[in-house]
């Protein structure tokens, strides 16, 4: 009884903690090269709303000061580490399409398992 | 009431990552993909966090789908 | 005082302004752009001095970013250890940036060049950074940094084995860097810093009220840093990634990049979680018992390759192994020994990826059996290889024996005796597969054909400062011994 009512009173990390294993298995089991991309990025943005919910507490605020009003504030830490995270993994993303579409001109295939099938012929 | 569409839309996130890993169209497994990035931008404005929903819906959604469909373009939609 | 009191942050900052000035004045000149990149280097690497006998003199220096204490703001910190991470990381970049400026010429594309130094210094900044802060986040945000840069120094030459590898690589280290992000969020939500000094402070006190988070973290950063390490049955994409790439590349990824994260692995063991927890939980046995299995399997796989560079890779995965052993013993010995090792596979692992080169420059041989005789004539190259292979294997007169016997002391010292075989095994595996090498470059006879390059001076250089270094660690190890020692003292 005392898990169930830790799952249900920490949703939002249970479900940061299911997202961040749908990412990692899709990304390392499927052999599509852009799926495993997609599924990078998943896999972040899952450990971002990790980082975001550990910042926020029951009923609070976004952090903008308003003078003389007696409120909770979220923590804006984690946001502002977030922020950089974002950027990270879309300059990741970046790049890794970047050498799918180079990996395609060279194998006219987007599929991890056929470019192996492919080296291991040579 | 709140509470009830924060777990709807946490569920949908599920759904959609689900979706993304199963669907065999690229293209269609891209908008999944940025439907799942709005629906985090939501979610971050519930947990009072509008800065990194803004960048989270402008980069994390917008921009990557762009490269994603550019890179669709130049390789294969079909899986 | 004045300018040194920002040396930390300097050390860093001249490696980004390297990386956006540099292509720029390769389009104008391209000399100067190469000489501003060395410029650079030993400007860094004589900060380093500085700053280590400044430590040396009064103590640890900690400086914060922009002037916000450490809380709140980042905060580097430099004390011996670090600045002894950082003279390897550097002054291995120096001289093989120096060795890279000849060989990129006919691995690379004229154009791509002046990109090519961008990453060099984006790679070497980064690291510099890694070994410096104290950061957690910081920390992060450097390792994605490293790792583009990483794969993009292979991706650069843009052949199909390369452009794979590099592909292969960036998934799993963008593995690594999820688990280690999630790690740090697990951390975050017990103590609210992300400073390791005030986090291991915290985490003393936490450790009782939540000690599944710090498990969970534990495992998951062993997870990270072991993938990016290449610890054992995490390496997979060492081999493709390490023996495609270009000469140049080979040499900085196997001797320094995974090596700062087997030291980034020992932070996190000794600097960030509680003493508590290695005590509850046996995480540098596993560490240990991974180590011992890859310094074994590392040797058997490189037995198999017919390709001298994916040998050398393979062979890079039983050597980093001694490494985390010097971690996971937990005892000042065997992290004398372990970071000993360090040193010395950095130089001896790129000075063999650089005779690698120079023979795939002068001939283009690549297989192993094709190399019979090769010693007639490039005698250089192979007196390097030979020298690099007996460190290697760990023969007396070179860096590899001292570290193998620091890791041995101190297996028998703490009554283990049983990692004294795995040592011994390992040296004895490895000197399977590199003797042969020699010995046939020396004795056989064979005629090299029409297309044989003489090899260029600067690589000849590079090669005997490389030989003059790793015999001179055989014999002359006071200096770097004491200082590890005294670095030991302060952990354990």
Known sequence: MEILKGIIDNYYYMVAIILFVIGMYTMLTHSNMIKKVIAMNIMDASVFLMFVAVGYAHGSQAPIIREGADVLYANPLPGALILTGIVVAVSVTAYALSLVVKIYRYYETCDYDEICEIRSRE | MTEALNVLLLLFLIVCAIGVAHIRDLLSAVILFSSFGLIMAIIWQQLSAPDVAMVEAALGTGVVTLLLIAAIAKTKRAE | ?492
Request: charged share 10%; hydrophobic share 55%; with cysteine.
């Open chain 3, 1 to 492: 005082m004045g300018l040194s009191e920002h040396f930390p942050a300097l050390i860093v900052a001249v490696f980004i302004f390297a990386a956006f000035l540099s292509p720029l004045l390769y389009r104008w000149a391209r000399h100067l752009s190469a000489a501003y990149l060395v410029v650079t280097l030993l400007a860094a690497f004589g900060m380093v001095i500085a700053l280590l006998v400044q430590v040396q003199h009064s103590g640890p220096v900690y400086y914060h970013m922009g002037g916000w204490p450490p809380p709140w703001g980042i905060e580097f910190k430099a004390d011996a250890l670090r600045l002894y991470i950082l003279l390897v990381v550097i002054g291995v970049s120096l001289w093989v940036f120096i060795y890279a400026l000849r060989d990129l010429q006919h691995e690379l594309k004229r154009r791509v060049i002046g990109w090519y130094y961008t990453l060099y210094a984006l790679l070497v900044g980064s690291m510099a950074g890694m070994a410096l802060t104290n950061d957690l986040f910081n920390l992060f945000v450097l390792m994605e940094i490293c790792a583009i840069s990483a794969c993009a120094i292979i991706s650069i030459k843009e052949d199909r084995e390369c452009l794979e590898a590099s592909f292969k690589y960036l998934i799993l280290s963008a593995m690594g860097t999820g688990c280690f992000l999630l790690g740090v969020v697990m951390l975050y939500m017990v103590t609210g810093y992300l400073n390791y000094s005030f986090m291991q402070a915290e985490l003393v006190e936490a450790f009782n009220y939540y000690p599944r988070n710090i498990f969970t973290a534990a495992a998951l950063f062993i997870v990270a840093f072991g993938t990016k390490a290449a610890l054992f049955p995490l390496h997979v994409w060492l081999p493709d990634a390490h023996a495609s790439a270009p000469s140049p590349s080979s040499a900085m990824l196997s001797g320094v990049v995974i090596k700062i994260y087997a030291f980034g692995l020992f932070l996190m063991f000794y600097e960030v979680f509680p003493p508590e927890l290695l005590r509850t939980i046996p995480l540098n046995e596993i560490v240990l018992w991974l180590a011992s299995l890859g310094a074994i399997f590392g040797s058997v796989y490189a037995m198999m390759q017919s390709d001298l560079k994916k040998m050398l890779a393979f062979s890079s995965i039983g050597q980093i192994a001694y490494i985390f052993m010097g971690i996971g013993f937990n005892h000042d010995l065997a992290m004398v020994g372990g970071f000993y090792h360090l040193m010395v596979h950095a130089v001896t692992k790129a000075m063999l990826f650089m005779a690698a080169g120079v023979i795939i420059y002068s001939t283009g041989i690549r297989k192993i059996e094709d190399l019979a005789g090769i010693g007639r004539v490039l005698p250089v190259t192979m007196i390097a290889f030979s020298i690099g292979s007996a460190s290697m294997v760990g023969l007396p007169g070179t860096g590899g024996l001292i570290s193998k016997w620091f890791l041995a002391l101190s297996a028998l010292e703490i009554g283990r005796p049983v990692f004294v075989i795995v040592i011994l095994a390992s040296s004895l595996l490895n000197a399977v597969y590199y003797m042969p090498i020699v010995i046939n470059a020396f004795m056989h006879h064979h005629e090299f054909g029409a297309d044989f390059k003489p090899v260029p001076r600067v690589m000849k250089a590079c090669m005997i400062a490389g030989m003059i270094f790793v015999v001179v660690s055989g014999f002359y190890t006071t200096p770097v011994v004491n200082l590890l020692e005294q670095a030991a003292e302060l952990f354990f």
